[in-house]
Each structure stands twice: as structure tokens, then as C-alpha cells.
């Protein structure tokens, strides 16, 4: 018995059968197992997965408490196993993946974990056709040292316990990165190699919408909710220096400083220049303006999020998250 796959799942009815049929036949040559760590689904998610029996199903047992993070520590608390892979509801694994990390990680001790390639299969929301984008931009030459496994990888559960836990149960989303964040600065690595590890069925939500989901749901506000979990932390430095969205929140309110100051002082040429200038450069760097004027909104919405995350209460990360066990593996 080598691996767990654990699949966090919120109705996820669409593509929980794939994904869970995806994780069997890939833990079934190398011996493991398979659990559903759902978050409180109120669609036919549970009663799909009911259906397999190699499948083990535990559920959240305080849905008040549901978000990405929770959902990832749900997972990881329920598996058994020396290693253990992370996979959305919504994602289907390639077979040959697991394999192919399990020899990277045990010829390379000092990697806690390992991930592939990620193809996003549902691009019509331009959130995710700018993902997939970049992914093809940035080809994998065998082996490239990151510093997080967006979209899940296979970690070495001694690695995540050197650390204390497995995901943030307080984050709304990026806590692969706050993971990664931490296993850096314990003196772990984390390495993509070139094999294909997943497809990902995406939001096919309209743009605005999505965006607006973001702010309804919590999600915004994760940048600063992984900034304030690293305050007073060891892995407060890779936060500062590695966060993306931390940069783009503290420009967005640098500029709207800017346009403000410009504003108070009657300099209505400068205050046009501040407004349009951004918008430009993103059109140059996206090149199609639909994705420029989205990019330009998100931003926008990162620097919300950053105040809202860093106000927000917090509950200790490594205080065990209360599930029930709603079926076992077999028949």
C-alpha cells in the first residue's frame, strides 16, 4: 500500500464519476487507495460515489466551515499512506502520472513533492483560457524547481508532517501555495516534470459572474489570508518575496493612490494617463483586449480580497478538522 489519492469534492456531480474512476485505475498496479473528502455536496456527488466500492467517503462535519483549504485538509487527515495525491472533483488523473512520481520522489530525497503537467480542458471563461495559455508557454524541460503544485501533485506524507499539516484550513484559495511556502522555508523542494499529470475541467461560468462568485464566496479575500498567516512564521519571507498576487495588490493600491493624488490636485491629464495605462500594458501582455479588461478587473478584485483576507478571523491551522466517515472501502 503506497499512495492515497485524496479528491476534494462540492458538488462536483458533473465530473466526480471521471475523476473518481481516473484515481482507482491509477492506485490499482501500484496498490493504495481512494478517498472522497467531501465538503457538504448537495447535488448527487455522494450518491455517485457511493457507487464504487474501492472508494472510501468521509465528509465535513461542520459545513460552516467548507473552503479550499478545509476541503485539501479534509482530504490528507483521512489518508493512510506514505504518499498522497491531491485531486479536485473536477479533475481527471492520467495513469501513467502516479508511477512516474513515485521514482522521481524516491530518487530525489530532499523533493517533499512532485507534480506534471496540468491541461485546462474548459477554456471558454477567460480566466482559464489565460491559464492555459501560460501553461503552454512555459514548457517543462524535464525537470523545473517550483515553489508550489497548483492543481494538485503527490507529496511525501513525511514531508507535510515535518510541517505540521497539510493545507490551511482558513484559506479560500492558494493553499497549495502556502503549502509550498512552508515546506521551502523547513528546507524542502517541490519540482514539476514533464509528464502529463492531469486535465482540468474548469468554472464554465461567464466572466462576470466569475468574478463576482470570488467576492460572494470568500475566494478574493485569500491573498490576504495567506499573508496573515505568515506573519510571525517561518515561511513569512517566501510569502513576501514569491506571492504574485501580494505584488498586484499592493500596485493596485499604489495606483489608485496615484489617481487619487492626481484627482485632489486637478491634473486631469494625469489622472486619464494613470486610469488608461494599465489597461494598455495589459492589452500589449494578453494580447486580446476582453482578456486585458478582465485582467484589469481581477486585479482590482486581488486588491479588495488582500484587505478583506487580512481582516478576517482566523482558526488555529493545526487544530484537526471534524469529519464523519460516511463509508468504507468495499462492498
Known sequence: MTVTIGIKALNEERHIAAALESAIAAVKPLGGEVVLADSGSSDRTLAIARTYDAVRIVQLANFDERCCGAGAQLAFQAARMPYFYLLDGDMVLDPAFLAKGLAFLEAHQSHAAVGGRIREVETANLEFAVRAAEAEKRAIPGVVEVDRLDCGGLYRSAAIQTVGYFADRNLHAFEEFELGSRLLAAGWKLARIDVPAVNHHGLTLGNGAL??????????????????????????????????????????????????????????????????????????????????????????????GLVQGLLRRRQPPERPLAMCSLKDAGP
Not at 231 to 241: D, K, N, P, Q, T
Not at 261 to 273: A, F, H, Q, R, Y
Open 211 to 304: 468574478l463576482w462568485r470570488r467576492l460572494r464566496t470568500g475566494y478574493a479575500g485569500a491573498p490576504g489570508e495567506v499573508v496573515r498567516a505568515a506573519i510571525g512564521r517561518a515561511h513569512f519571507r517566501v510569502v513576501i518575496c514569491r506571492f504574485g498576487h501580494l505584488r498586484h495588490g499592493l500596485a493596485v493600491m499604489l495606483w489608485w493612490g496615484l489617481v487619487g493624488t492626481s484627482l485632489l490636485l486637478g491634473s486631469g491629464g494625469v489622472t486619464l494617463t494613470l486610469l488608461i495605462a494599465p489597461l494598455l500594458f495589459l492589452w500589449w501582455r494578453r494580447r486580446q483586449l476582453k482578456r486585458a479588461l478582465y485582467s484589469y478587473l481581477n486585479w482590482n478584485i486581488v486588491a479588495i
